[in-house]
């Protein structure tokens, strides 16, 4: 189970990491990926800046979280992944904007598999 979790983990933390260089090399591909449009000026800055930023540093935490040892790293990303959900729904709730329910449930999902990684590696020793 532990090898699982952390193939897993090192699985997720590459896709993620591999997202944040898209956003770096390929912006109007990672923006179209997320249903939106790539911005101009400051706004293609932030964006862009914002989102590299985001799924760089979600992988590289999932996969140095993934080593012997580190598993508490895990909390980092599942912290992000929950708040992302959360503000989602508020965006949803107060904003106006669409609900973007399988957006939240992959961060849901994610952010849970995390949670049970940490306790199940941080028990396993």
Known sequence: M????????????VFFALQGLVWIAKP?????????????GLGR???????????????T????????????????PAG?????AV???FAWALHGAAFAAAFIAIE???????VVAVRRLDAAG
């Open 108 to 114: 849901v999902a994610v952010a849970a598999l995390l």
């Open 28 to 40: 109007g591909r990672a923006a179209e990926g997320l249903g939106m449009p790539l911005l101009d």
């Open 61 to 76: 935490t999932m996969i140095l979280g993934a080593r012997p040892g580190n598993a508490r790293l895990l909390l980092v």
């Open 45 to 59: 800055s932030t964006q862009i800046g914002d989102f590299a930023s985001f799924f760089l540093a979600a992988g």
């Open 2 to 13: 532990r090898s699982s979790l952390r193939i897993a983990t090192t699985f997720l933390g």
């Open 80 to 84: 992000m992944l929950g708040a992302a």
């Open 87 to 89: 503000v989602r729904t």
